[in-house]
């Protein structure tokens, strides 16, 4: 991680002040739903009741998703819930359930991992016998390729961090998002 980042109390790592992935902390996208639905009904009051119809349907799958994912990341041996990919845009969803984050890239992909970051990421992964690392979705696969080449750890899978899949992808939509990505990090770092 880059230098400048600090912790904060949420457990996200911040640039400059501001981690822009805070959609994947579902609890967040709550919030979003509910800010939706009321601005649409202010907008819009003759369809206020359908607005909030239908915000309080995506609630429900929403809150199952947050069980879910919970139970799911619970399942993991605390010693295997480490999310490596190559930039720290899970900052959100590592504080809300319960992971660590190791990237050597900060939370923007416009700066460059630097060796340093890197070679202390690979030493980590050896100390910790990581089992595996994740490329995202949006970012050059190379640098993961060659930490998962140096330490012996595997390619875990592809996670969605800063956009969706085309609608025939896996992550099509926010709720495929969140599936796709538990499915691929249980299945990796699952004993």
């Known amino acids: 991680m880059a230098e400048e980042e600090e912790d904060h109390a949420d457990g996200a790592e911040h640039h400059d002040g501001v981690d822009p992935h805070a959609w994947q902390n579902i609890g967040n996208g709550?919030?979003?739903v509910a800010n939706i639905a009321k601005a649409l009904a202010a907008?819009?009051?003759?369809?206020?009741?359908?607005?909030?119809?239908?915000?309080d349907a995506y609630l429900a799958k929403l809150k199952a998703l947050d069980a879910?994912?919970?139970a799911a990341i619970l399942a993991l041996p605390p010693e295997r819930r480490k999310i490596?990919?190559?930039?720290?845009a899970f900052g959100y969803f590592a504080a809300a359930y319960g992971l660590e984050v190791l990237a050597p890239q900060g939370v923007s992909t416009e700066s460059e991992a630097s060796a340093k970051g890197v070679a202390g990421l690979i030493t980590q992964i050896r100390e910790t016998k990581a089992p595996a690392v994740f490329i995202e979705?949006?970012?050059?696969?190379?640098?993961i390729e060659q930490?998962?080449?140096e330490t012996g750890a595997?390619?875990?899978?592809?996670?969605?961090?800063?956009?969706?899949s085309g609608a025939d992808g896996p992550a099509a939509t926010y709720i495929a998002?969140?599936?796709?990505?538990v499915a691929m990090l249980t299945a990796a770092l699952g004993s």
């Open 30 to 32: 709550e919030i979003y």
């Open 43 to 55: 907008a819009d009051p003759a369809n206020a009741a359908t607005y909030q119809a239908n915000a």
């Open 177 to 181: 998002m969140f599936e796709n990505n």
């Open 137 to 143: 979705n949006i970012t050059d696969p190379r640098l």
């Open 154 to 164: 595997r390619i875990g899978g592809t996670l969605y961090s800063d956009a969706l």
């Open 84 to 88: 490596i990919t190559s930039h720290d």
């Open 147 to 149: 930490i998962a080449k």
């Open 68 to 70: 879910k994912v919970k």
